[in-house]
Every structure is written in C-alpha cells, then in structure tokens.
C-alpha cells in the first residue's frame, strides 16, 4: 500500500508539471570589499530535477566576520539560459529579455547587506533543455566597491 502511494504521488507531481528538488544546483564566490574588513558574497542556486519548471535563487550578500555588513548600495542580477537546439525561455518574474533563451532580472537595495531574487523558469522548445541561472553582484560603500559572478548549470 505504501508503495502504490508513493508511486500515485510521484506521478501526480510529474504530471503537475513540478517535482520539488532534493538536491539543488549551486554555484557561489566571494570577493574583498576593498578597505572594509568585508567581503561580498554571490550565490546562484537552482532545482536539479523538474519535469516542466524550474525555481532559481540568486543572491549577493555583504558580510564581515561572517555577521551582516551594511553597504550603501548592493545589487544582484539574474541572468537565466535555456540550453539546447532551439531552446526557448519564459521566466516568472519576467525580467528583460537578452535573447529567445535568455531572461535577466536585477534587483538593487540601499543601506543593507543583500539582495536577492527568486523565481520559476520555463525552459522549452528542445527535448535536451537544461538551464542555467548564473548570479552578478556589486556593493558600494564609502567610495570603493567590489563585484562577483557565480553560476550553477544542470
């Protein structure tokens, strides 16, 4: 009985279209925010397995000794691919389209320590597509400034 459950509730979530990760994908790097003691922080993170959709989180963080590090400004931009032979992409939030496989979406805070971005990408158009969500941040404080890039790919 167990079984027949397990398998009815893999199959609904196949079919829904959503199968929530057990594993993500991820890439991070961090960088010295010149002068400051602190260093910026870039996360890229996304689902390692989906039948349809795929949910992103991208981040940049400042942090010094490991604690919240307010910047005067801190940025973050997610730059999501569909890979594959005529791949296509939509992305919720919809952000600017680069290209027909391509989304980015960017986010700035002031007098904090992050910004981040999340969201649910739809890649089509190939039987092979994978993505790709890669994450750039910048923080600014007291006239010097650092950036970082960080991707995850499937």
């Known amino acids: 009985m167990k079984r027949t459950l397990l ?10 279209g959503y199968v929530t990760p057990s594993v993500a994908i991820s890439d991070s790097a961090s960088t ?8 910026l922080e870039v996360n890229a993170w996304q ?3 989906y039948a349809d959709k795929c949910s992103f989180k991208t981040s940049t963080k400042a942090k010094k000794g490991g604690v919240k590090y307010n910047v005067s400004k801190i940025t973050n931009m997610a ?11 939509a992305l919720s939030p919809s952000g600017t389209q680069v290209s027909e496989n391509t989304r980015q979406v960017s986010w700035t805070n002031e007098n904090t320590w992050i910004a981040d971005i999340n969201g649910i990408a739809d890649p ?9 969500t890669c994450s750039d941040g910048g923080a600014f404080k007291s006239g010097v400034k650092a950036f970082a890039s960080a991707c995850a790919n499937d």
């Open 32 to 39: 010295a925010l010149p002068g400051t003691g602190a260093k």
């Open 7 to 16: 398998t009815t509730g893999l199959v609904s979530a196949l079919v829904m």
């Open 47 to 49: 689902c390692s397995a």
């Open 79 to 89: 730059t999501v691919k569909a890979n594959g032979w005529q791949a296509t992409l």
């Open 124 to 132: 089509g158009g190939s039987l092979n597509t994978s993505i790709t």
